[in-house]
């Protein structure tokens, strides 16, 4: 299957302080999506990218859907410890079937 | 806020047995899927579902696997003869249309057990 590569794999960082992690694919994509995973939980979607070098922000969240489209990042600004999770993102070439990046475990330090 | 719900929300079940895992999509979802995942591992693409019939599956939706939508609001997966690495967390997902411009929203997962 499509490999997607996330780095970093994870990341201890201060509250308040920015984070930014990204994603890889050795294939084109037409949607990047970006999802937030709580322990025993399902993927929360966070942002939809649907246009190569869009950028696209939710809150402190933003997201950008490479030029080449087979890359794209996720920075979060003024980290809260409610940030901690694991981050995936996910591509699509047809919208029918997403293959999702190995993702990012994020721990916030108070 | 409308949301996937999936039950069981835990399965545990003997090697050899079939299992049922159920969702209710969001209701005015067309799109339909399932995914797994592993312990520890990705989230995997298992299959999608659309106006009644199978879109796309990966490898791993093999002729163990089934889905159905026996009524208009239940989304169905059946594993025939389970196998210990069939153990994983099985998520249902849905999306109001298909194509690219399109968000998948997940339950929270079934979590199965073989034993």
């Known amino acids: 299957g499509q490999q997607l590569n996330q780095s970093p794999q994870s990341m201890f960082i201060q509250e308040g302080e920015d984070v930014s992690m990204n994603c890889t694919s050795s294939?084109?994509?037409?949607?990047w999506l970006w999802y937030k995973q709580d322990p025993g939980e399902g993927p929360v979607l966070l942002i939809a990218?649907?246009?190569?070098?869009e950028l696209t922000s939710n809150g402190r969240l933003t997201a950008q859907f490479g030029i080449t489209r087979k890359d794209s990042f996720l920075n979060i600004s003024a980290s809260i410890p409610s940030d901690v999770g694991i981050y995936f993102c996910a591509g699509s070439r047809t919208g029918n079937q997403f293959y999702f990046g190995t993702g990012t475990s994020l721990t916030v330090i108070p | 806020e409308p949301e996937v719900t999936q039950t069981p929300s835990h399965q545990v079940t003997q090697m050899g047995q079939e299992v049922i895992l159920r969702c209710v999509p969001i209701?005015?979802?067309?799109?339909f899927y399932w995914y797994r995942q592993i312990l520890g591992q990705k989230v995997e693409f298992l299959v999608s579902?659309?106006?009644?019939?199978?879109?796309?599956k990966s490898e791993i939706f093999d002729d163990q696997f089934s889905v159905e939508r026996p009524d208009g609001s239940n989304f169905t997966l059946k594993i025939r003869s389970t196998k210990l690495e069939d153990s994983a967390m099985y998520f249902c997902?849905?999306?109001?249309?298909?194509?690219?411009?399109?968000?998948?929203?997940f339950g929270q997962g079934t979590r199965l057990t073989v034993v």
């Open positions: 990218l649907y246009k190569a070098g």
């Open positions: 997902a849905s999306n109001e249309q298909g194509g690219l411009n399109t968000e998948a929203f």
């Open positions: 294939s084109i994509f037409n949607t």
């Open positions: 209701s005015n979802h067309l799109y």
């Open positions: 579902f659309y106006n009644n019939e199978i879109s796309e």
